[in-house]
């Protein structure tokens, strides 16, 4: 009796039922809702998330989502963590709760791990620092606390890392300069505070970086400018002081820059 809906509709909101075999079904797992398999029928993928429609409402609001089409609730499913050969796992605009497992780096092929939306609570467990395969970690839009660990100069190979919209409090530390391969960083609408480490200037594939909405303070490093494929740069509504920094301008990629509702002059 299990239905799978997605949302086709958001103004008014509107659902329509994917033509999918049900979980527990008697065919193989490669054809239940949300699974997707290789050619050895190996399933590589589970997205059980919104449709593009929500995701779209999602990134362009501020406000708390509306109820999921799939409406998954409880803790998270520690079980998946078995899956050795998942590569991504997409859970986001559900209604899970609880804290955050460390056993994500149980799964050693697991490359992009999808939460945000969610209403988890606790902190950014220490021991996904150690993973080795992961390259888009995504749990904004959640009720997550604590600080960012140094340790985060361990995620060498990351190359999205959202903590947006959480309760998130601290400084940034050093190591974050350590995240090279990096294009997109969202830290937005947390309480982050202090200066922002000049360590940002080693991050040299980054395009999209989105401070905005935290607490820090000081200037805008002038090794900003040394990050010339950025193009989007979002660090207003924070008590930055000092002027706009020259080297920005060497920035030439750069579509979007919003630095209001800061302490700036010049």
């Known amino acids: 009796t299990c239905t799978y809906k997605r949302m086709v509709n958001n103004d008014p909101v509107e659902y329509a039922?994917?033509?999918w075999s049900r979980w527990l079904s008697s065919v193989s797992e490669c054809e239940w809702a949300g699974i997707f398999c290789d050619?050895?029928?190996?399933?590589?993928?589970?997205?059980l998330s919104k449709s593009k429609a929500a995701l779209h409402w999602f990134l362009t609001s501020e406000s708390v989502p509306f109820a999921a089409g799939i409406n998954m609730t409880g803790s998270f499913?520690?079980?998946?963590t078995k899956f050795s050969f998942l590569q991504s796992l997409n859970l986001m605009?559900?209604?899970l709760e609880g804290t955050l497992p460390d056993s994500i780096v149980e799964?050693?092929?697991?490359?992009?791990l999808e939460l945000h939306g969610n209403q988890f609570t606790g902190t950014l467990p220490e021991a996904w620092y150690q993973s080795r395969s992961l390259q888009r970690?995504?749990?904004?839009?959640?009720l997550l606390t604590g600080t960012l660990s140094s340790n985060i100069g361990l995620l060498t190979d990351i190359k999205g890392f959202y903590l947006f919209q959480n309760q998130f409090t601290g400084t940034l530390p050093d190591e974050i300069g350590a995240l090279r391969s990096a294009t997109y960083l969202r830290l937005d609408r947390n309480k982050f505070r202090g200066t922002i480490p000049t360590t940002i200037g080693n991050l040299r594939?980054?395009?999209d970086l989105r401070l905005f909405r935290n607490e820090f303070s000081g200037t805008i490093p002038t090794e900003i400018g040394l990050l010339t494929d950025l193009g989007n740069l979002r660090l207003n509504t924070n008590f930055l002081t000092g002027s706009l920094p020259e080297e920005i301008y060497?920035?030439?990629?750069m579509y979007w820059i919003s630095v209001q509702n800061n302490m700036l002059t010049g």
Not at 107 to 112: E, N, T
Not at 137 to 142: A, D, M, Q, R
Request: charged share 15%; proline share 8%.
């Open 39 to 47: 050619d050895s029928s190996q399933f590589r993928s589970i997205d």
């Open 77 to 80: 499913p520690e079980g998946i």
């Open 107 to 112: 799964m050693p092929h697991l490359l992009s």
């Open 93 to 95: 605009l559900n209604n």
């Open 137 to 142: 970690i995504n749990v904004g839009f959640n």
């Open 205 to 207: 594939e980054m395009y």
């Open 17 to 19: 039922e994917v033509p």
């Open 250 to 253: 060497n920035c030439t990629n």
